[in-house]
């Protein structure tokens, strides 16, 4: 019958017109309109049932939402349809094709797949119309017929088509009033929240720049519409709370979940809050980052809280430990102890942990006192227990390190909720130092009036009035400051108790200031000022001191004076040292200058010499010659001025000073320091005083060790050494020519700044830390070597070491001596020799040229090294370059025999002044046959040294 009225034309009109009429009322729920749809289109096609599904494409399967049926179909509520995940079913449910089954068994293709799904509700034919919202699958209409197969009519399946359109608009309409209810209970909920709580909600954009800040008022205080358009690291008045915003700005750059960040915020009053912030980052549909959205907290008075009670409780701890108080909680039930706290610990000597596990019983507790108290304190317990009360006690114990410490302990009871007595609580004090502390305050007195008879001042407490009125002084009060020669105690026999009037009068208005403003600001003061005692002594007092208040409420003075009279007189003879210093200083600078005038006189007087052959006129000239010879002498002298050390020079041998110090330098340097040491076998012997030899030397190894923290080598190095008028010129004008010996100490420590060098022997200069060095070990080693005729180089590179070389005089030697008359007679004659001379000293340059033409060499003169370059480079054959070491220009001596020996790498060479030969450790590159001399030079002897490196040139051939 109902297939009949399915092929009726008028039939198709009255099924959709039932439909829509008999859909159920609009404001119903989404699940009874469902239900009416199901029911109508059953009836309607007269099918036996009609079933709405919705669909999971997660877990593959339809979940009935309402249906239908006449019992012969499976549509109990909570039924669900499973299909396989291969996407076959999803592909023909998506093709939004209405899918037409008239024999369940019999279809092929897709089809079949259908059928395989929707045999599982026991229906023979069926009608699948997929649920659609646009291109979202909703679900799907499935109707049924059964137990007979059934061929589907053209105007069923339209009637299906109208149903579906209509089932799709319920459902979508249904979720949109969901959405809606939910949106607008969200709202309600956000409005209710940011009313009751101070959250901040904030967004970024997808630049981390922040967007929106929403607050509880939805009205910004003025502080936060800073932070609008900014990234938070760019807000100024914005810092974490620690670590600062790099790893912050990394982890959101990352993408990363922000949690539990506190941010400090300073207000536009000053004043600091506190915000804790956490924020995720959000994504698009395709994954792509569009900002965070976060909150923030105000948790001010939530840091305050923490850090008063973190405060509380470390002043509990505070106290605890500096009142030695420990803690105990003994559990009666477990007969053990059950807590001790770290105080208590200490004071058994024990860790916390130990002391619980060697207290687990009764038994075992007493083992720690003393055996003579062992059985005060089990009575005590005993009672305690007995009659459920605390109990106090003062016992010994005995420690694991034999160490015996007098306690004092209390203890109460403790109950639980219930009233039962589950533990006792105690708390016990390390009283020893009380115990002990009638005799140590004895002692204690003892040495004190002791220490103050001795001390070099008093004690002293006065009122704070005009006289200041003495309310206690020491004896050395009277002894120091007021009458030396008086044996008393007060002011009897010494006249008016007026301090201030021994006062100098100038120093009094300063003292009374310095007094009262310490006592007005309740301060310390210190104050220096001089007296004059009952005798007529002007001595100097150095007085410290601080405002006490009495017993009756008034402010006095206590403190104690020092006699400062011998630092003040130490300090004038510091300072005149200094200046004695100074003006050795001054006077090295002028001998430097003196020897240059001197060259040239002696140098004219030696010329003129030569033309003169009138005996009465030679006698005058070398009268001459001998002053200016003896005014060289007066130069080198002059540099010993302020020099006045007492010592007592022996004949010492510096290899066996070195070799005694190193039974002792193994003991002073660390094992990661390796000494080394190179001594002359031939070394010469010096005088000098021995023990302040072995004082420079332990100066230098202990500034060595200092300047290896790390580790490093130390050397130590004697040698032999000529000093000439090159290396005198170069480095100093305070060493004489002549033999010396000397001691190297050098380190591979992290040296010295160029820029200090000058000052390292200048008296308390030090590089060391503060307290580390009294900055008078150099100016010592200086003075010492000084007046022992010798002198100091030091030689320093930063990252490289240092090296200190200490030159002595080298004793004479008989078999040394040199006639002074072969000295004085005619050079080897000169074999027509070309010199080239470099010297910037015009007066100098004229007495070299003529004293050496006169001696038959072809002299070329230059005023700088580089014109000698010049020239040298024009002509290359000269035989000999005489040059200074400092002249104007680029090229100083050493740079221009350098650079001449690329031309002409046999050229010999005469510096008239220049750097010692053992500095070219540090970069000075100097032959070893090249001569050195130091101005003012005698001509014999500069002519005799032209000899000597022609001669050894001329030999240097032959061999060749």
């Not at 099918?47 to 006449?70: K, P």
């Not at 002897?941 to 000899?947: G, H, K, R, V």
Request: aromatic content about 6%.
């Amino acid at each position: 019958m109902m297939q009949t009225r399915a092929t009726d034309p008028a039939w198709l009109g009255d099924a959709l017109y039932c439909l829509l009429v008999q859909n159920g009322s609009p404001n119903s729920s989404l699940s009874g309109r469902l239900f009416h749809f199901a029911r109508t289109i059953s009836e309607v096609a007269g099918a036996q049932a009609t079933s709405i599904w919705s669909i999971d494409t997660n877990l593959n399967q339809l979940n009935l939402s309402a249906g239908c049926s006449d019992n012969k179909i499976n549509c109990n509520p909570g039924s669900v349809i499973h299909f396989d995940s291969d996407g076959e079913v999803l592909k023909v449910l998506r093709s939004k094709k209405i899918v037409a089954i008239n024999n369940i068994d019999e279809p092929v293709g897709p089809l079949a797949t259908i059928a395989e799904v929707f045999q599982q509700t026991g229906a023979n034919a069926v009608l699948c119309c997929p649920l659609f919202d646009n291109d979202d699958l909703l679900g799907v209409l499935i109707v049924q017929h059964a137990p007979a197969s059934h061929v589907w009519t053209d105007n069923e399946k339209r009637f299906a088509e109208a149903a579906v359109s209509l089932i799709s608009m319920a459902m979508v309409q249904a979720t949109n009033e969901s959405e809606n209810r939910a949106t607008t209970n969200h709202k309600l909920r956000l409005g209710l929240f940011a009313r009751m709580a101070d959250d901040r909600l904030w967004e970024t954009d997808d630049a981390l720049n922040i967007v929106s800040v929403v607050s509880g008022t939805t009205i910004l205080a003025p502080e936060e519409t800073t932070l609008i358009g900014r990234r938070p690291w760019d807000v100024p008045t914005r810092q974490p709370l620690l670590g600062g915003w790099g790893p912050i700005k990394q982890s959101m750059e990352n993408h990363e979940v922000i949690k539990d960040l506190i941010l400090v915020d300073t207000n536009l009053d000053g004043t600091k809050s506190y915000r804790e912030a956490s924020g995720e980052p959000q994504f698009d549909q395709n994954g792509l980052f569009t900002g965070y959205i976060g909150v923030t907290r105000d948790v001010t008075n939530k840091m305050a809280r923490e850090a008063e009670l973190q405060a509380t409780d470390q002043r509990y701890r505070n106290a605890s430990r500096l009142a030695c108080l420990g803690h105990w909680v003994w559990d009666r039930d477990k007969d053990c102890c059950t807590y001790c706290s770290p105080e208590m610990a200490d004071i058994f000597g024990v860790t916390v942990e130990e002391y619980v596990a060697r207290t687990n019983s009764f038994e075992q507790d007493q083992k720690w006192y003393h055996p003579d108290d062992r059985e005060e304190y089990v009575a005590a317990l005993e009672n305690a227990c007995a009659t459920d009360s605390g109990w106090t006690i003062s016992t010994r114990i005995i420690r694991d390190d034999g160490s015996i410490r007098h306690l004092k302990q209390w203890a109460e009871p403790g109950y639980d909720s219930t009233g039962r007595l589950t533990s006792t609580l105690g708390v016990l004090m390390d009283v020893t130092d009380q115990i002990d502390l009638g005799e140590k305050l004895r002692i204690s007195r003892s040495k004190l009036s002791n220490l103050v008879d001795n001390l070099p001042g008093a004690l002293f407490r006065v009122k704070l009035d005009e006289k200041w009125s003495a309310v206690y002084r020491s004896q050395g009060f009277y002894r120091h400051f007021v009458d030396p020669t008086s044996s008393a105690n007060g002011w009897d026999e010494l006249g008016e108790d007026n301090w201030l009037l021994q006062v100098e009068e100038a120093d009094r208005k300063r003292v009374r200031q310095v007094v009262e403003a310490a006592a007005a600001a309740g301060s310390t003061y210190e104050v220096e000022y001089s007296i004059t005692t009952v005798n007529g002594d002007k001595r100097w007092v150095w007085e410290r001191g601080n405002p006490v208040t009495s017993t009756s409420g008034e402010v006095e003075i206590e403190g104690i004076m020092i006699d400062a009279t011998d630092k003040r007189r130490a300090e004038e003879a510091l300072i005149k040292s200094q200046r004695g210093e100074a003006i050795g200083q001054m006077t090295g600078g002028v001998a430097h200058d003196f020897n240059n005038l001197l060259a040239i006189i002696l140098g004219n007087l030696e010329l003129v010499r030569d033309d003169i052959s009138d005996v009465e006129l030679r006698k005058m000239l070398d009268a001459s010659i001998s002053a200016t010879t003896r005014g060289a002498d007066l130069t080198r002298n002059m540099l010993a001025f302020a020099r006045q050390a007492k010592l007592e020079p022996t004949k010492l041998n510096l290899n066996e000073v070195v070799r005694n110090a190193q039974n002792w330098i193994g003991r002073t340097l660390p094992s990661n320091i390796e000494v080394n040491t190179q001594l002359d076998v031939d070394l010469w012997s010096t005088q000098a005083d021995l023990s302040s030899t072995e004082s420079v030397l332990l100066n230098l190894i202990i500034n060595a060790r200092d300047a290896m923290q790390q580790g490093g080598e130390l050397t130590i190095e004697t040698k032999n050494l000529v000093v000439d008028a090159q290396m005198v010129q170069n480095q100093h004008a305070d060493i004489d020519q002549g033999d010396y010996v000397t001691i190297a100490v050098s380190d591979t420590g992290h040296g010295i700044p160029k820029k200090l060098l000058k000052q390292i022997f200048e008296p308390f200069f030090t590089t060391k830390a503060p307290g580390a060095g009294s900055g008078l070990g150099l100016s010592m080693i200086y003075g010492f070597i000084r007046q022992s005729g010798g002198t100091v180089r030091v030689y320093s590179e930063e990252g490289v070491g240092t090296t200190f070389k200490l030159f002595f005089r080298a004793l004479p030697q008989d078999q040394q001596a040199e006639d002074q008359s072969t000295i004085a007679g005619q050079p080897i004659t000169p074999r027509c020799a070309r010199i080239l001379i470099a010297e910037d000293e015009s007066g100098v340059l004229a007495v070299l040229v003529s004293a050496l033409r006169k001696a038959g060499y072809k002299v070329t003169a230059c005023d700088s090294g580089d014109a000698a370059k010049a020239v040298f480079e024009a002509d290359p054959n000269f035989d000999l370059l005489i040059t200074d070491v400092v002249m104007p220009g680029r090229l100083l001596g050493p740079n221009l025999v350098e650079e001449l020996r690329v031309i002409r790498p046999d050229l010999p060479a005469i510096f008239l002044t220049g750097y010692a030969a053992e500095t070219t450790i540090h970069g000075n590159e100097l032959h070893p046959e090249d001569i050195r001399l130091m101005k003012p030079i005698r001509r014999a002897e500069l002519l005799a040294s032209i000899s000597k490196v022609l001669q050894a040139r001329d030999a240097r051939s032959e061999t060749s």
